[in-house]
């Protein structure tokens, strides 16, 4: 080996504070193990204590006072009914929103045009604005002192107080829903391909079809999961716009108020408990497309 | 020997990542870890500094088994492949981390920090964020940050791959030339032959999880001992490279 | 209208794909037929108050009260949920342990539960006679009926905000700046604090940004809970409401766009923070 000169003592070497210490420490002590398991047994306390005993509360409480209390409560006329419209809404507002979702998101990862920034941002407004505040927003454009009041009355065309309002609110609150899914997965696929195909002479549907939807179709399927489940479950909003009407214009949500209020407790957690099964179901749905998306 | 592999075995995943690596590194020395991708070269340097551990073998430095003692604890400064600097500290702060780490007092710490600046022609960078440097500049930190508390043995991880071609070259330069200014056994890891042969006093060539080869530029050029090494070693070019050193 | 498009040039070239004037009629006109003109009407409604109408409505006791409870019960749910969500993140990211899978995939339930469900089931949990309303009622702590409750019931919908929020970057930070402290002599902790954390503050912002909106906002799991008791717990949705039942549209309408205000201040002000800080990630 070439000999080579060197000074060791050079003034940046220092006095060797940092050498080598002659001391044995396991390289992951028992202490980070400790830290582990106590990070892993607060957090699963807290999910049990907030997310899993109120599941376990709905479940006790309906089935309290018996299997036929239960089935009563369950497919009691006005239950049915306000199923029935839970089931419109939320069909209506995942139908709407996916349409809005599949364009928005193929227009702003796709073309590129100044105000792109605020158009997604416009968007994402519903998410963080009160459903209350969205559903007076309703009633103040459709309702009797609303600007549109008096031409609706005219046409004799009811949306504040019925069914349609209710579908409006629904749409509102999970209008970003769909988008949200969609957008980052065509920005990130770009749209080489999409031209590629556009320069042989395919047209925008055959394009979409063939090229885009390949490429989204899980974060699609997930993004309408998300949108079920929150239009499912709706409430201020809908509360607001309804005039909760018994049998017209109650939702499953608004039926279990209604139920807890007039100190039915054991019929509102019944009704409750089919919201669960939907939600445990919707979750499951998503876990399943998300392990399928990966 | 200051850094001693002896026998180092180690699977991921079943996957043969060391065999039987057996090699030395004399004090003062610079060493270059040279191999294909995927031929375990970044496994030995990363069970060298502790953040593998190997499954059989003993790593030995400055003739104590360390095998069981932490990486922090080993006396070593490591340069990361894209120099992991914290991006929300400034220049400064990164390189005090490990003297904050050590409770110096804050006299030490800026007397310290100074002079390192000092060392890697930064002075007036200090107060900057790693976003607002160029690749060169962000390896000298980085080289700065690892000798800050003292290290009596400096590994690099593919010191040069982050930086443009361009100024490659001249780095490697002043790479060489401030190791052996501070006098600091070194070991770096590369791909490159061409850095490897320009750069180190001493080769350790690795092939699918194997040492190769151990032995000065000349010694590798000159006489490969295995069909891998002659076949791997550009002779032509590295001639060239040894003669210009 | 198409074909016209198409011809228009921009910084990226000549828009060759179709559907681009499809996309943006179809996308203008949803955006604002359900969602800004309603929210236009609420700025119409507001401007036909004279300005001493609007200061008098929300400057009366009952409303700043709302706003107060509404405000400070999300500030502290927000705070809460930003401690568990990042620990929640923490440990479903960094750990392997039986039921991890069950766990993650319930992260989601507050989205999927209707808040309503969430509200009475809460509520029975944490009354005087419920499973832990009872053993806190010996201590002698009154959690439903009172601000602790609200906060409670907040806290609930607020779990998947941040830590959806943090576990996407967690799982992207490269280890090498953990490595490197470690390597510097950093303890464990240390190194959580002074590297990992930075790293992970922007999206925890996010994350508790959402969470605190969501809170601000929220009715359905924090009526029954609340038990609305006038300048105690009446939060400001609420207010609303009963204004809405007392036909006093004025009222509701000035209580609303305050809430509007400060949803569009705090994105604002998350927004350009996270802009600040993406700043230091550079390419």
Known sequence: MKEKKRNYDQDVVGDGINTIQKVLEPVNGTSNNIVKYMLIGVCMLFLFLMLVLPLIVVIVNALKDGWTVYRKAVQNEYTIKALQLTLLATVSAVGINTIFGLFASFLLSKFYFKGRQLLATLIDIPFSISPVVAGLAFILTFGNIGWMGDFLKNHSIKIVFAVPGIILATIFVTFPFVFRELFPVMNAQGKDEEEAAALMGANGFTIFRRITFPHIKWALLYGIILCAARAMGEFGAVSVISGHLRGKTNTLPLHVEILYNEFNTTEAFAVSSVLVILAVLILIAKNFVEWKKR | ?245 | MEQQIIKVKNKKGVKVIPGFGLSLGITFFMLSALILIPLVSIFISASQLSFQEFVNVITSRQIVSGYVVSLSCAFFAALINAVFGLMLAWVLVRYNFPGKRLADGLIELPFALPTAVAGISLTYLYSDKGWIGSLFGKAGIKIAYTRIGITLAMIFVGIPFVVRAVQPVLEKLDRQYEEAAMMLGASRTYTFFRVVLPELFPALLAGFGLAFARGIGEYGSVVFIAGNLPYKTQIAPLLIISKLEQYKYADATAIALVLLLISFLLMLFINSLQIYMQKFIGT
């Not at chain 2, 290290?151 to 010191?159: A, F, G, K, R, Y």
């Open chain 2, 1 to 245: 020997m200051y850094v001693e592999m002896k026998g180092i075995n180690k699977t991921f995943d079943g996957f043969h990542a060391s065999n039987n690596v057996s090699f030395g590194v004399e004090k003062g020395c610079l060493a270059a870890l040279l191999g294909p991708s995927g031929s375990g070269k970044t496994t030995i340097l990363r069970m060298i500094a502790g953040l593998d551990k190997p499954d059989s073998g003993d790593i030995m430095i400055n003739n104590i088994k360390v095998n069981d003692m932490p990486g922090s604890k080993r006396g070593i400064g490591f340069v990361f492949q894209n120099y992991a600097l914290f991006r929300y500290m400034t220049v400064a702060a990164n390189i005090a981390f490990g003297l904050e780490v050590q409770k110096k007092s804050k006299t030490e710490i800026k007397n310290r920090v100074d002079e390192l600046l000092q060392l890697i022609s930064m002075e007036e960078l200090g107060s900057r964020y790693p976003h607002q440097l160029s690749g060169g500049q962000r390896q000298r930190v980085a080289f700065a940050r690892a000798l800050a508390p003292n290290p009596q043995l400096l590994l690099l991880d593919e010191p040069f791959a982050a930086i443009d071609a361009k100024v490659r070259r001249e780095l490697r330069v002043w790479l060489k030339g401030m190791i052996e200014k501070v006098g600091i056994t070194s070991i770096f890891v590369t791909h490159d032959q061409e850095e490897a042969m320009e750069v180190a006093d001493t080769v350790i060539i690795t092939n699918q999880g194997n040492v190769e080869q151990v032995g000065t530029p000349e010694e590798i050029c000159m006489h490969p001992q295995t069909d891998f090494v002659a076949d791997f070693i550009d002779i032509t070019r590295c001639e060239t490279i040894i003669a210009a050193r």
